[in-house]
């Protein structure tokens, strides 16, 4: 019994199914589990007469959020690496914010969308996580790391909608109230602008939930040089959907813009730019580009930055400069899965699995 990837409703028709007992001791070890991180239940009040019941659970429910191999800090910044079962590592960062954390999950491992400018994109992908997998960075974040998690934001290895299934389960079990509780107004899927993920994320009908493009470019020939994606779903398809999204009254998707210099980021572009998003309630996230291992593209400088933020803002478009936190982990957008390690152990499954 998984509890990682369980609803405490649906822990309860497991526990009527296995135990012909129901919502009573669900609820006490979703409690236990999700709110305090307790996993004995020998000394909890709703099993002072059914020790036997309590053993028995214990030895049923299976809690294996995979094992931290590595923490690495930047101040306040926290990137963790997992080792999951099958021995494949993921990484997750925790983000401090002014009096809560961020968390960025990975929803895959590696990413098949290729992004020219991303570390995962140049891994390729080796499969989907399961969602106690992605639940698990959470529950590793805040009872193993300490760590009082806020926000959620699917901005970690993958694309969130290549995994859609495991994602929304993992986001209902974050989001169940007897647990973990995160709001849907705190989590946030950003995608790189699969257009079927976002019709079927609308039609789901969550409207409080945040919803991000990473969009990176201003018009279609710039878009699928550096985002392959773009070549079959050009951007007037991805506006086409944002548009017909059932967005809360009064709400806003966030569009990541990553800053390359002499890429995307001349007048021109910050003009295009506006244009195309000009219909769109949007804000957006301007992130100067974090400088891959071997790169061929530029950092900007932080007068390149506010030059071209200062552009979009008499185009009245609503800009926020996300300086980059966590540079010198590799941590920052973009940067995940840059460890030389990692990259060859993705190396070695992959010709393993061809061999095979
Ligand atoms: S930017 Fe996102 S979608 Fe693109 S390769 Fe990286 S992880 Fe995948």
């Not at 007992?21 to 589990?33: D, F, I, L, N």
């Not at 020998?42 to 099993?47: P, R």
């Not at 257009?195 to 279609?220: E, M, Q």
């Not at 779903?233 to 002499?262: C, H, N, Q, R, W």
Request: hydrophobic share 40%; proline share 4%; net charge positive.
């Amino acid at each position: 019994m998984k509890i990682l990837q369980l609803t405490w409703a649906e822990l309860a028709d497991e526990f009527k199914i296995r135990y012909g007992k129901g919502k009573y001791h669900a609820t006490a070890v979703y409690r236990e589990v999700y709110k305090n991180g307790n996993l004995d239940f020998s000394h909890v009040d709703e099993f002072s007469k059914s020790q036997k019941l309590a053993g028995k659970i214990q030895s049923d429910l299976v809690l294996n959020p995979g094992l931290v191999i590595e923490e690495q800090k930047d101040k306040r910044l926290v990137k963790f690496i997992t080792r999951l079962a099958d021995g494949l590592e993921i990484e997750s960062v925790i983000i401090p914010m002014a009096t809560h954390n961020t968390l960025c999950v990975s929803s895959q491992v590696g990413c098949r969308m290729g992004c020219t400018f991303c570390e995962t994109g140049r891994l390729g992908l080796l499969r989907n996580l399961a969602v106690e997998e992605i639940v698990g960075q959470l529950y590793t974040a805040r009872f193993f790391l300490g760590s009082p998690i806020k926000n959620i934001v699917f901005m970690g290895m993958g694309e969130p909608f290549d995994n859609f299934d495991n994602v929304i389960q993992a986001i209902r079990v974050m989001n169940d109230p007897r647990g973990l509780d995160i709001a849907h107004s705190h989590i946030t899927l950003s995608t790189a602008g699969r257009i079927d993920g976002i019709r079927k994320l609308g039609s789901l009908n969550w409207p409080r939930l945040n919803l991000a493009v990473s969009l990176n470019a201003p018009n279609d020939r710039l878009r699928s040089k550096i985002m392959p994606l773009n070549r079959a779903v050009p951007m007037d398809k991805l506006k086409e959907s944002l548009m017909a999204y059932p967005l809360k009254k009064s709400g806003t998707f966030f569009i990541e813009y990553v800053l390359i210099k002499g890429l995307n980021d001349s007048h021109e572009h910050a003009l295009e730019l506006a244009d195309f998003l000009k219909p769109l309630p949007v804000r957006l996230n301007l992130i100067p580009y974090n400088p891959l291992s071997d790169s061929q593209f530029k950092a900007p400088s932080d007068q390149d930055v506010h030059r071209f933020s200062g552009w979009l803002e008499q185009e009245t478009i609503f800009v926020r400069k996300r300086w980059s936190k966590g540079r010198s982990v590799m941590a920052g957008c973009g940067q995940l899965g840059n460890k030389s390690e990692l990259k060859q152990k993705f190396q070695n499954y992959k010709t393993h699995a061809n061999t095979n």
